[in-house]
T-cell receptor, first 115, second 117 residues
Framework: EAQVTQNPRYLITVTGKKLTVTCSQN?????MSWYRQDPGLGLRQIYY???????DKGDVPEGYKVSRKEKRNFPLILESPSPNQTSLYFC??????????????FGSGTRLTVV | AQSVTQLDSHVSVSEGTPVLLRCNYS??????LFWYVQHPNKGLQLLLK??????LVKGINGFEAEFKKSETSFHLTKPSAHMSDAAEYFC???????????????FGRGTSLIVHP
């Protein structure tokens, strides 16, 4: 089944403790992206990647890192999480190197709470 | 720069009545437009998309949307609401931008559809 898999689904952590949220897709998509969803703000893009070793900042990159060493994986790293990073996170992927014609396939989300 | 505005944060309808979720966009280039649905505790699912072909686009679950360039709108409609349609809906715009490069999407803030029995 074609899908984007995120782990974990739920995570509670403490301020300053490094964490990684994994994202993997099995569709050979070139384009991957991370979003955070907050009430009343919709989805905001954190980082995106056009292909292996090609990443770029989205609208809200501060406090996050990403890497794209393999085509299928696009982990999101929080080096020193803070409470304002408490949010619902989505990973998404798309083919053709461009979102425009195909749309995204989204993961099921990771609900992160930083205390 | 592109932008998208969903005109209603909440829409409430009775089961069996029509649904209208409004979306206006701004784009300097030929945009692609999308509607996504998010059910509680789920990821986003593509409902339909417009990519410069027919202006009336049909999607899954009986939804459709019409691209109106003169009004810069892409409203989502359904003739008869079902209880299972209760969800959050997102309008999305993307265009190539000045560089002609890949499309980067902008999401609206979402419209919560409430369906009463």
């Amino acid at each position: 089944e074609a899908q984007v898999t995120q782990n974990p689904r739920y995570l509670i952590t403490v301020t300053g403790k490094k964490l990684t949220v994994t994202c993997s897709q099995n569709m050979n998509h070139e384009y991957m992206s991370w979003y955070r969803q907050d009430p009343g703000l919709g989805l905001r893009q954190i980082y995106y990647s056009m292909n292996v070793e090609v990443t770029d900042k989205g609208d809200v990159p501060e406090g996050y890192k990403v890497s794209r060493k393999e085509k299928r994986n696009f982990p999101l790293i929080l080096e020193s999480p803070s409470p304002n990073q408490t949010s619902l996170y989505f990973c998404a992927s798309s083919t053709g190197g461009a979102f425009g014609y195909y749309g995204y396939t989204f993961g099921s989300g990771t609900r992160l709470t930083v205390v | 720069a592109q932008s998208v505005t969903q005109l209603d944060s909440h829409v409430s309808v009775s089961e069996g009545t029509p649904v209208l979720l409004r979306c206006n966009y701004s784009s300097s280039y030929s945009p692609s437009l999308f509607w996504y649905v998010q059910h509680p505790n789920k990821g986003l699912q593509l409902l339909l998309k417009y990519t410069s072909a027919a202006t009336l686009v049909k999607g899954i679950n009986g939804f459709e949307a019409e691209f109106k360039k003169s009004e810069t709108s892409f409203h989502l409609t359904k003739p008869s609401a079902h209880m299972s349609d209760a969800a959050e809906y997102f309008c999305v715009v993307s265009d190539q931008g000045a560089s002609g490069g890949s499309y980067i999407p902008t999401f609206g803030r979402g419209t919560s559809l409430i369906v009463h029995p």
